[in-house]
């Protein structure tokens, strides 16, 4: 599936709640109509303990958003 933004892209939010922010595209799921940009949606997710974090807590990471909702620069 063909998309108007790919990875490496520097785009703008046009619609919901981060609309204005402006990133560069992380990934592109062609498949389920989504993109991830740098700093646009930042969710919280909490992590167990592992060897990788032996404390746990909370990390920060971008989410995902619509590709229609975001327009190339």
Same mark, same amino acid.
Request: net charge positive; proline share 3%; glycine share 12%.
């Given at each position: 599936?063909?998309?108007? #933004?790919? %990875?490496?892209? *520097?785009? +703008?939010?046009?619609?919901? $709640?981060?609309?204005?922010?402006? =990133? *560069?595209?992380?990934?592109? $799921?062609?498949? %389920?109509?989504? #993109? ?5 949606? #930042? !969710? ?6 592992? +060897? +990788? $974090?032996?404390? =746990?807590?909370?990390? +920060?990471?971008?989410?995902? !958003?619509?590709?229609?909702? #975001?327009?190339?620069?």
């Amino acid at each position: 599936m063909k998309t108007h #933004v790919a %990875k490496g892209d *520097t785009v +703008e939010v046009i619609a919901g $709640n981060h609309k204005g922010k402006q =990133g *560069t595209v992380l990934s592109v $799921n062609a498949a %389920k109509g989504q #993109v991830v940009v740098e700093g646009a949606r #930042v !969710i919280k997710k909490a992590i167990r303990k592992s +060897e +990788e $974090n032996p404390d =746990g807590g909370i990390l +920060e990471q971008d989410g995902p !958003i619509a590709i229609s909702n #975001v327009k190339k620069i």
